[in-house]
């Protein structure tokens, strides 16, 4: 599968970091963990630093898959409204989705401190309505989560205009968002793992997978084979390729990132992510270094060969856009890219056990916008699954809520 076109920043700036043998002899070990991305790495650490005897194989290079092309706007306000999630399920367990995620913010940064020099750094986020009849549910969603104590402020047009000169009905303004360099995160946690014992292969794919009920053996492109307790499937959005019918609608979504801005240009972009009420929503973010990182245009198919033809029209588009909301700042695309990207219908992720595979087969599929956040819970929630402890989102992220 053809996961990006274009030039992703992170895997340009970045280059290939760290190196990586292939499998070339039979393993055994408790936990694979199939995929190297940024999932892959938060899982394998957090199995690994829990005394898991773990391997990771990738078929591409570590990080050259969806990784290299997130905008990694790490937020816990999901693409679905807390309100919205409270109907379709009920107010626990949009309660407990949106305050995991809230944690988790918090927990990428820790862990990006103590690997370091990820370009980490916390924000906040607007979040603007797009319509004026959008006002209503943004109301809806600010009174659901002042009301459960989530750190936000309502901006009035007024106050919307005076304090970021921008012209919307109304916005949400949250003090909890950060900002990650998710290819560099994901490779050095790899390197690190790496260099305490934990066994990485990339340019190494699972062909096949057979589990029976105390262990999997997967095979690879090498003839290898590799026995294991658990496998967790951590291949993004190639997961599927394991699982019928499908359980998510694969996209295609376009960013592009400009030179180092001017700071006074920058103003309060600087430490502010942007994104709007419609779906699908534009959205803005600066880097470490004063880049504008901008996203959106999604098309709701993904055909990659036509993904490839429209990545410069799409950056034009994103950019014209830009230029609507700030007429003053000068921050053309200096790479411009675009990447698959898949969302479930409730806009929650999938962890765990699928019926098809059995208990020895855990999923790993972070899909939807917040899909950092997600694999961070994800890490968590599939150790306690494999340590068969209990654990609080075990039933929300499983594939049996979407019947
Ligand atoms: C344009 C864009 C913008 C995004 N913006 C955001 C954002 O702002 N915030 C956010 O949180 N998320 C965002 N996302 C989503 C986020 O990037 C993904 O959730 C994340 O990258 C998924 O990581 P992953 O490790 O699951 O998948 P990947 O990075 O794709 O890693 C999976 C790995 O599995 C490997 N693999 C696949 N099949 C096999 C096999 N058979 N054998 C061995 N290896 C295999 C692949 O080679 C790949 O390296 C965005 C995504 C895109 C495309």
Known sequence: ??????????????????????????????????????????????????GHDVVVVDRRDICWGSTSASTALLQY????????????????????????????????????????????ATCESLYYASHRSDYSSLDDEFTWRKQHGFPVRWLSRAALKEEYGLKASAAILSSVAARVDPYRLASRLLDRMQRKGVRIFDRTEVTSMTATADSVQL????????????????????????????????????????????????????????WESSRPYI??????????????????????????????RKAATLQRKVARLFPDLQAPPAFAWAGTFAETSDGLPLFGQHPQHGPRVLFALAYGGN???????????????????????????????LG
């Open 1 to 50: 599968m053809d996961l990006k076109s274009g030039y992703p920043f992170w895997a340009v700036k970045n280059g290939l970091m760290y190196a990586f043998p292939q499998l070339d002899t039979d393993l055994t070990c408790d936990v694979v963990v199939m995929g190297a991305g940024i999932t892959g790495a938060l899982v394998a650490n957090e199995l690994a630093g829990h």
């Open 77 to 120: 306000e999901i693409d679905t409204h807390a309100t919205d999630l409270a109907r379709r399920y009920d107010q626990a367990s949009a309660l407990l989705a949106y305050q995991s995620s809230l944690r988790a913010i918090g927990e990428i940064g820790e862990l990006a401190h103590e690997v370091g020099d990820v370009d980490f």
């Open 219 to 274: 095979t690879t492109n090498g003839g290898m084979s590799i026995k294991a307790k658990h496998t967790v499937v951590a291949s993004g959005y190639e997961s599927q390729q394991w699982l019928r019918p499908r359980v998510a609608k694969n996209l295609s979504s376009y960013a592009y990132i400009s030179d180092p801005v001017d700071p006074a240009q920058l103003g309060w972009l600087a430490n502010t992510m942007l």
């Open 283 to 312: 959205y803005l973010r600066a880097t470490g270094d004063g880049r504008i990182l901008v996203g959106g245009e999604d098309d709701d198919h993904d055909m990659p060969a036509r993904r490839d033809r429209m990545v410069d």
């Open 371 to 401: 899909g950092i956040t997600y694999s961070m819970l994800g890490a968590g929630l599939l150790r306690a699954q494999i340590e068969n402890r209990p654990h609080s989102l075990t039933e929300l992220f499983a594939f049996a809520r």
